[in-house]
């Protein structure tokens, strides 16, 4: 063993077992691990009340885990990271500091900035792969483009000659001596719940336990007894019919390649035993794998996603940015129960099957068209695995922003949805207890249930419970209205731009206010650092350069009525014409990275939030969205159709 003193930068990689970080460290002699708590720097992904609540509770399980392999985590709250590691090398005398990498854009652009200041005074900033099977930058097409459609991205995956391998946990670690001081803190003194959220938060330990052996736990539990299932009940809501890994993922209490290995596993041995739905369940639960994977990848490789969508077609959508609708869709209140059920117990619980969130975000979107980036952040401020990634990818999906994700089109009645996906009309009854009474007929529906069927269940329609927000047919309309719009103003800004002879490309998002997020729980604004790293690359723009992203086609006038007639079969048509956009976006958004300095970060301008919201009066405001592998392992997963994509 060498006499290499390190410091082990803690983030989301809460665990000890198959964490290349620690285990770098460990191997290269003293180690000094610490947790950095930095409120300013996580602007406007501050984390909400459950995930700070998770990630508290998780610090304190690494903590004696630590302490039990020899080494203590020191946790330190302060208003800038780059000073509190500065402080821990002059403590240390450490020569090196090693960290997991982390590729949502926030992280990216402050460790980007955090490594350049290091290595000035002399310090190597070390990251590795704690948190993919597949880093992005390993994954491209055969012209070295990245992918743009998660079946192409998936499919180049699972023939990656090179399988994910994990790493076992170090038998010891060797405390760094420490020869100066270090303003730590205790877990308590992270501030990471304040006084008045404790008695909320009581409950959640009821539910769910955090912490990385829990998350062992958990695998193990869903492995035996779940997955095999998983084909047929994973679509199950208001029960345990999926993994509920997502907490332990988003905070890296277990690592994605145990994940994918023990489920690999059970695939072999059910492949053996012709159990051919065993095998379907694996495909499947791999997939989603794949699509937390996906989400990274976007986000390392477009990193504007979190301010505008994939496809630049969002940008002249005359969203609807109503405050009180949004109000009435967060507090459960829109009259369709089925939204309504899923959004009280958001709530209540921070967590929502995937089917609900599918649900409740169309609505937000297609129903109220509010703007996707409201109903983003206010996920990501309530969920209890809220993963900026994961929300970015859900919410682009639904919102018709990515050339495989649903069509914005695609309006699914409630109603029909309640049926197929809560038949029996229970999750609507357990959290809406207004309704229990109603009977099966009508439950998803009260609205058309007769005035006796209504009295006998104690139901008063806008008294005890709500009237539909909006009509079914009036929402279909408004949608229709609102894309036809959408296409007039992207023809009239392309043919001003055409009729130009020396056209110049800019980014206008700087000047945008309009589109920027509701905050929902009040929070301190702030400036955030901005990333990158030594070994990790930072996102390569020739991609959005040279890359044709398959795009949805803007349809002539009579080929779209023609189409919303139909409103399921939609174009998937790829066209050039967004090449344009996505370039002037993507280098934008590289050239504001590069310019950032301490005190700005890629999201601050459109996430800075207004205090009240605009067009209250109903008036649409646009928003400008500034193994064939020669090995058994990896058989090509029997994708379902890209447009089940996020069941
Ligand atoms: C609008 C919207 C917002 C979302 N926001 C988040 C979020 O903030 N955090 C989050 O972790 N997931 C998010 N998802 C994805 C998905 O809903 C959750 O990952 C899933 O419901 C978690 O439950 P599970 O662990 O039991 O999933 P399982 O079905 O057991 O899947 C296993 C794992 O695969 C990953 N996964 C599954 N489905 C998806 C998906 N559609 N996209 C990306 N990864 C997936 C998750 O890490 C999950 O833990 C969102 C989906 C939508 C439609």
Not at 410 to 438: H, N, T
Request: aromatic share 10%; hydrophobic share 35%; net charge negative.
């Amino acid at each position: 063993m060498s006499s290499g003193k390190t410091i082990v930068w803690f983030r989301r990689d809460l665990r000890i077992e198959d964490n290349p970080a620690l285990a770098a460290a460990a191997r290269d002699g003293s180690v000094f691990p610490v947790y950095i708590w930095c409120p300013e720097e996580e602007g406007q992904f501050y984390p909400g009340r459950v995930s700070r609540w998770w990630l508290k509770q998780s610090l304190a399980h690494l903590e004696q885990s630590l302490k039990s392999l020899g080494a203590e985590l020191v946790m330190i709250k302060t208003q800038s990271t780059l000073s509190a590691l500065l402080d821990c090398i002059k403590a240390t005398e450490a020569t090196k500091v090693v960290v997991n990498c982390l590729y949502d854009p926030v992280s990216l652009v402050r460790d980007h900035s955090i490594e350049e200041k290091l290595a000035e005074v002399g310090i190597s900033v070390q990251s590795y792969n704690g948190d993919l099977l597949y880093e992005p930058w390993e994954i491209y097409d055969d012209e070295g483009r990245a992918f743009s459609t998660f079946d192409a991205y998936w499919d180049k995956c699972l023939n990656m000659q090179m399988e994910p391998v994990s790493l076992l946990p170090p038998w010891r670690l060797m405390p760094a001596a420490v020869t100066g001081t270090v303003e730590r803190c205790t877990i308590e003194g992270l501030g990471l719940e304040n006084e008045l959220e404790k008695s909320s938060n009581a409950l959640l330990g009821r539910g769910c336990s955090p912490g990385w052996s829990n998350a062992d736990k958990a695998l193990t539990e869903f492995v035996e007894q779940n997955l095999f299932d998983y084909s047929k009940s994973r679509f199950k809501v208001g029960a345990s019919s999926t993994s509920l890994l997502s907490p332990y993922l988003h905070f890296g209490e277990i690592s994605v390649r145990k994940v994918f290995r023990c489920v690999r596993m059970k695939q072999i041995l059910w492949r053996r035993e012709w159990k051919s739905q065993g095998e379907e369940s694996v495909n499947l639960f791999l997939k989603a794998i794949g699509l937390r994977e996906y989400s990274r990848y976007l986000c390392f490789n477009y990193p504007f996603t979190h301010e505008r969508s994939l496809l630049s077609n969002m940008k002249y959508f005359p969203w609807n940015a109503d405050a009180n609708h949004f109000k009435v869709w967060r507090q459960g209140r829109t009259g369709y129960p089925l939204v309504d059920a899923g959004m009280r117990e958001l709530w209540a619980t921070g967590w929502i099957h995937n089917r609900i969130r599918v649900i409740v975000s169309s609505f937000a979107v297609k129903f109220l068209l509010l703007p996707w980036k409201w109903g983003m952040k206010y996920f990501w401020d309530t969920l209890l695995d809220a993963d900026l990634e994961c929300d970015i990818l859900g919410w682009q999906y639904i919102s018709g922003s990515l050339p495989d994700g649903q069509e914005l089109e695609q309006l699914d009645c409630p109603q029909i949805q309640g049926s197929k996906f809560d038949p029996e009309g229970e999750y609507v009854r357990q959290w809406l207890p207004e309704l229990a009474r109603m009977p099966i007929e009508w439950i998803h529906h009260p609205w058309d249930a007769p005035l006796t069927v209504l009295k006998a269940a104690g139901v008063e329609l806008g008294l005890n419970y709500p009237k539909p927000i909006i009509d079914i047919d009036k929402a279909r309309e408004h949608l229709r209205e609102a894309i036809f719009k959408m296409w007039e103003m992207e023809a009239a800004a392309k043919s001003a731009t055409s009729d130009q002879m020396n056209e110049d490309v800019f980014d206008n998002s700087d000047s945008i206010k309009t589109s920027a997020i509701l905050k929902v729980i009040p929070k301190e604004k702030s400036s955030c650092l901005t990333y990158s790293s030594n070994d990790q690359r930072v996102p390569s723009f020739q991609n959005c350069n040279n890359g044709l992203l398959p795009r949805k086609r803007p349809l002539p006038v009579d080929e779209e009525k023609l189409h919303m007639d139909k409103p399921n079969k939609q174009n998937k048509e790829a066209g050039t014409s967004g090449r344009e956009d996505l370039c002037s976006t993507a280098e934008s958004s590289a050239s504001k990275r590069q310019k950032s300095t301490s005190s700005t970060s890629t999201s601050i301008i459109s996430f800075a939030v207004p205090q009240y919201c605009s067009s209250s009066d109903g008036r649409p405001f646009q928003d400008h969205e500034s193994s064939n592998l020669n090995l058994t392992w990896h058989e090509k997963i029997d994708l379902e159709q890209t447009s089940n994509k996020n069941g």
